[in-house]
């Protein structure tokens, strides 16, 4: 995020499950584990992310308790244990998918003082159901001249109707982090091991 000017949500692509749109993973005492928000699905096939709903408020209790048992003896848990279980408390106030996600992503943006413009996809008047059209039609609407994409984007996206369009193709490259961040777990897992001081000077430095 930090390597951005705007950031855009793309919540008009249909919600799928077992994704990372409702989910993260921890390290919980040497074992990769997942923490999953659960989604309303029953006969909700195409709906949009915008549109996903959470079925139950009792998630975020069990997540914020093993968080807990995963991070409370790290060093820095404590620096952060208050927010989160504030975030929590929030988050069980909302049945929003989207909602829930910027919770803790405008948390974790503040705390890395990155302050970018933010906005959704739904606000924007793009209407094509081309995954390429419809990211092109957002830049252009941003006056963007440069899209910063993550590597696994590589399948589908079509460089040469951005480059046709005066737009620049950047891509993200995770190992800019460096070894501390172990990018296959949220980035609470950082936090809770080398602090918010550290953690802001390997995500900036991206």
């Not at 909302?94 to 996600?101: A, P």
């Not at 793009?126 to 006056?143: A, Q, V």
């Not at 590597?151 to 190992?175: C, G, H, M, R, T």
């Not at 777990?185 to 900036?204: K, P």
């Amino acid at each position: 995020m930090s390597s951005v000017d705007t950031l855009v949500i793309l919540d008009t692509v249909q919600y799928t499950k077992r994704d990372w749109r409702n989910r993260n993973r921890i390290n919980a005492h040497g074992v990769p584990k997942w923490l999953t928000i659960p989604i309303s699905t029953s006969s909700k096939y195409h709906q949009k992310i915008y549109e996903a709903t959470i079925e139950s408020s009792l998630w975020a209790t069990s997540h914020f308790s093993i968080l807990k048992s995963a991070y409370k003896e790290f060093p820095y848990w404590n620096t952060i244990s208050d927010d989160l279980f504030d975030l929590y408390i929030e988050s069980e106030k909302t049945d929003s998918l989207v909602k829930v996600d910027m919770l803790f992503t405008n948390w974790i943006m503040k705390n890395l003082n990155i302050n970018i413009d933010v906005d959704y996809a739904s606000n924007c008047s793009s209407s094509s159901t081309d995954p390429n059209l419809r990211l092109l039609e957002i830049c252009m609407e941003k006056n963007a001249h440069t899209y910063v994409s993550a590597p696994s984007a590589k399948e589908y996206l079509n460089e040469n109707l951005f480059q046709s369009n005066k737009l620049i193709v950047e891509w993200f490259d995770y190992s800019r982090l460096g070894s501390e961040y172990e990018v296959e777990f949220s980035i609470i897992d950082l936090i809770c091991r080398v602090g918010w001081s550290r953690t802001t000077e390997i995500v900036l430095r991206s």
